[in-house]
């Protein structure tokens, strides 16, 4: 059974030993999960019949995580493959009724437009990577948000959402930016003037001469948060020549297509609560996302329909570059509606007059063009932004979902490993589909509570489709499989693209759960030793698996800009030789594609204090910084050991030395550190002089608790001074 929320005494600061995820899509140490807004309670809007974050891995053995609520205590949990942590965030029935961690109220009542302090999560790992997802529901909707982990992390999105013609006024847009670095300036833009955004003064925002509202500017620390929304009933009608719908306003497809860039990585959700494709008043549902950057878009994708309708299984399509075309099914579009915001494409409408789009507009495809076995295959002549509407039952027109949707990418490999409790959300059952994409000639298996590593075309109590070819790309072929429960794994030898969806009355949720590129793992710091710990030039980097990587490069920015690191190409370890921040670059080549590069989280390194001698000592404590020397010193009668028992004693927590008679002893302690003086005494002096072969850390026992001690014994010549490792000095001596 999964693990319910619960408290434990994990040791915290291992929590602070994370890095990002390798190749393998949305499988990271470290999740951000920003809130959703939509109109609150009793629009039926707001999630109050449930929210969870699911959280799945594929090791085997436990993985320790931990769970942020942003401005909250810290929760530590455990998971494994067979044993998913279930969190949950507000249960039915709360009081509250759907207000929390996750949701924001749109009614203005200042609760979006605004930096929060205290809303959204982290999730970070400690051993292995992780799945997370987001779930929510209401009586009548429903949605999923599969994190995308470490491939969240950008700093140029475009929006996409449900279109939301006849809207009413529970019906929303909203995005949503969490900052994931300190100092981050926020810039959100390309909205048209006429959209009405909630708590927000668009005369105090201004226009400019284009007809949009001027840039909306704000300043994020880690873990802030910002989110916009527009009532889709708002912002007034569009006029007859602009518009698609006859019920199209301003506010219904406001959002789509608006930009939000920053200084530095944020992650970005968007999407509708509620919201739908076609005549969605009515027939709304939740339909939710996790994006990634710009760089991670392409312009080849395969699309693998639901059950739903060909009104609302629609494809929506957001333009990063001017003059974008595409190609469904293998050929041009030519048929089709124009408007204001983009181009609606059906098959047996009027020749259009224009087939390319300028950034920020949008394509919305309709569900007549997929093939008959329900693929759809686009390409595209500049990168876009792909989002899927998808539905369960060809009348049920209220059952829509929302998928953002990867491209088609050579590294887009490695198992799904798992969706937990694929049927459920909470205590309620969702029956669920899932849909595979693959290169043909892929071997599938598949588990769950009643299939072990089966091929996929031989379930037990699931049922498979055989494997469907796509129309225009040769190269892939689809599956369905439906009747599965409880965690589902999904293993193949080649790329493989996954999504579920499921639903339950009038409520359909679910989401991509592979196909995204994850940059390198955070690199790790190794010590050389140096008594001034972790900085250059004593420090070393480490990589991580970098295997799925065509190649990578380390790069560094000292200050102005990030360069190569000339030297460590494909290198695991690099030297660090200055301060500044250190990263990882990998690049994957895929044939007839541009090469697609991606960077890892920075590590700080803070250059070390001078030590002109090189004795470990800095020259602001060190009496005699300038009398370096190694020679071998002569006169010492008989070799003694400086061992660990020397006498100490804790006084007001601070580790006392009052007692140095035994700091040396003739007999060997067991432990580290080796070292020879020059005095003729059993017991050195002041002033004798010392070898010493190896700084150690003094073992924490003989410091009884405290901070683990250094023994500092600068250029073979006296004794001058030991410190503990916090730099706090225990004992100083002259130099003579």
């Known amino acids: 059974m999964e693990a319910r929320r619960f408290k434990t005494l994990l040791f915290y600061s291992l929590f602070f030993f994370f890095g990002l995820a390798s190749i393998n899509a949305q499988l990271s140490k470290i999740h951000y999960i920003p809130p959703l807004s939509g109109p609150p309670h009793p629009l039926q809007s707001a999630p109050d019949a449930g929210q969870y974050l699911y959280i799945s891995t594929p090791s085997a053995t436990n993985v320790n995580i931990v769970i942020t609520p942003i401005g909250g205590a810290p929760e530590a949990f455990v998971v494994n493959?067979?044993?998913?942590?279930?969190?949950?965030?507000?249960?039915?029935?709360?009081?509250e009724r759907g207000i929390s961690k996750v949701f924001l109220a749109a009614n203005n009542s200042n609760q979006t437009a605004r930096v929060h302090v205290d809303k959204g999560y982290i999730v970070q790992a400690v051993e292995n990577e992780i799945y997370v997802a987001l779930r929510v529901k209401q009586n009548f909707q429903a949605?999923?948000?599969?994190?995308?982990?470490?491939?969240?992390?950008?700093?140029?999105?475009?929006?996409?959402?449900?279109?939301?013609?006849?809207?009413?006024?529970?019906?929303?847009?909203?995005?949503?930016?969490?900052?994931?670095?300190a100092g981050t300036i926020l810039t959100i833009s390309n909205i048209n003037e006429n959209v009405d955004l909630v708590d927000v003064d668009e005369g105090a925002i201004g226009s400019n001469a284009f007809g949009q509202l001027n840039d909306i500017v704000v300043n994020l620390n880690r873990g802030d948060t910002y989110t916009l929304v527009a009532l889709g009933a708002g912002g007034g009608d569009v006029p007859d020549d602009d518009e698609?719908?006859?019920?199209?306003?301003?506010?219904?497809?406001?959002?789509?297509?608006?930009?939000?860039?920053?200084?530095?990585?944020?992650?970005?959700?968007?999407?509708?609560?509620?919201?739908?494709?076609?005549?969605?008043?009515?027939?709304?549902?939740?339909?939710?996302?996790?994006?990634?950057?710009?760089?991670?878009?392409?312009?080849?994708?395969?699309?693998?329909?639901?059950?739903?309708?060909?009104?609302w299984e629609n494809v929506l399509l957001v333009a990063t570059k001017d003059n974008t075309s595409i190609e469904v099914n293998g050929n041009p579009i030519t048929e089709g509606?124009?408007?204001?915001?983009?181009?609606?494409?059906?098959?047996?409408?009027?020749?259009?007059?224009?087939?390319?789009?300028?950034?920020?507009?949008?394509?919305?495809?309709?569900?007549?063009?997929?093939?008959?076995?329900?693929?759809?295959?686009?390409?595209?002549?500049?990168?876009?932004?792909?989002?899927?509407?998808?539905?369960?039952?060809?009348?049920?027109?209220?059952?829509?979902?929302?998928?953002?949707?990867?491209?088609?990418?050579?590294?887009?490999?490695?198992?799904?490993?798992?969706?937990?409790?694929?049927?459920?959300?909470?205590?309620?059952?969702?029956?669920?589909f899932l849909n595979i994409i693959s290169k043909i000639g892929a071997n599938i298996t598949i588990s769950d509570n009643n299939n072990t590593n089966e091929p996929i075309g031989s379930l037990n109590i699931a049922n498979a489709t055989a494997q469907l070819p796509v129309t225009g790309n040769p190269n892939y072929v689809t599956y369905t499989v439906e009747g599965l429960e409880g965690n589902v794994s999904i293993f193949s030898n080649d790329e493989l693209y996954v999504n579920y969806f499921n639903a339950s009355g009038f409520a359909t949720s679910g989401g991509f759960y592979s196909g995204f590129s994850s940059p390198p793992e955070k690199p790790t710091e190794i010590n050389d030793g140096s008594v001034f710990g972790y900085c250059a030039p004593n420090l070393s980097l480490q990589a991580g698996n970098m295997d799925n990587f065509t190649s990578f490069e380390w790069m560094l920015d000292p200050g102005n800009g990030y360069t190569k690191i000339v030297g460590y190409d494909n290198q695991l370890t690099v030297s660090t030789t200055i301060g500044g921040n250190y990263k990882i670059r990998g690049y994957i080549s895929c044939p007839g594609e541009p090469t697609e590069f991606l960077d890892s989280d920075f590590v700080t390194v803070l250059q070390c204090p001078p030590d002109s001698d090189g004795d470990g000592i800095e020259d602001s404590l060190d009496d005699c910084p300038f009398t370096p020397g190694s020679a071998l010193?002569?006169?010492?009668?008989?070799?003694?050991?400086?061992?660990?028992?020397?006498?100490?004693?804790?006084?007001?927590?601070?580790?006392?030395?009052?007692?140095?008679?035994?700091?040396?002893?003739?007999?060997?302690?067991?432990?580290?550190?080796?070292?020879?003086?020059?005095?003729?005494?059993?017991?050195?002096?002041?002033?004798?002089?010392?070898?010493?072969?190896?700084?150690?850390?003094?073992?924490?026992?003989?410091?009884?608790?405290?901070?683990?001690?250094?023994?500092?014994?600068?250029?073979?010549?006296?004794?001058?001074?030991?410190q503990k490792s916090n730099g706090e000095i225990v004992a100083m001596y002259p130099c003579n």
């Open 244 to 311: 698609y719908s006859s019920d199209q306003t301003y506010n219904s497809d406001g959002l789509i297509g608006a930009r939000v860039s920053s200084s530095k990585p944020v992650v970005v959700n968007s999407g509708s609560l509620t919201g739908g494709f076609h005549s969605a008043s009515n027939n709304r549902d939740y339909g939710i996302d996790q994006l990634v950057d710009i760089s991670k878009v392409g312009s080849k994708y395969v699309f693998k329909k639901g059950t739903g309708g060909n009104g």
């Open 143 to 181: 949605a999923a948000l599969v994190s995308k982990g470490g491939a969240a992390l950008g700093t140029q999105f475009r929006i996409g959402s449900f279109t939301n013609y006849n809207s009413d006024a529970s019906m929303s847009t909203f995005l949503s930016v969490m900052g994931t670095e």
């Open 633 to 722: 010193l002569k006169g010492c009668p008989q070799p003694l050991i400086i061992g660990n028992n020397y006498k100490t004693s804790v006084v007001t927590g601070t580790i006392q030395t009052g007692e140095e008679g035994y700091f040396c002893s003739q007999f060997l302690s067991g432990h580290f550190n080796n070292a020879y003086h020059s005095g003729t005494n059993i017991n050195p002096e002041v002033g004798d002089f010392i070898i010493y072969n190896n700084r150690q850390l003094f073992e924490s026992q003989f410091a009884f608790g405290e901070n683990f001690a250094y023994m500092y014994l600068p250029d073979f010549t006296v004794i001058v001074e030991v």
């Open 337 to 432: 509606t124009n408007f204001y915001k983009g181009i609606n494409v059906r098959s047996g409408d009027p020749p259009l007059t224009t087939t390319t789009i300028t950034t920020g507009q949008y394509f919305l495809i309709e569900g007549e063009m997929y093939d008959g076995n329900g693929n759809m295959y686009v390409e595209t002549s500049e990168p876009v932004y792909a989002f899927q509407g998808i539905g369960r039952g060809a009348v049920a027109e209220a059952n829509q979902g929302l998928f953002f949707v990867p491209p088609l990418k050579c590294s887009s490999l490695g198992d799904v490993n798992n969706i937990p409790q694929i049927d459920k959300i909470g205590a309620a059952d969702f029956p669920a």
């Open 81 to 95: 493959n067979v044993t998913p942590v279930i969190y949950e965030i507000q249960a039915p029935g709360d009081l």
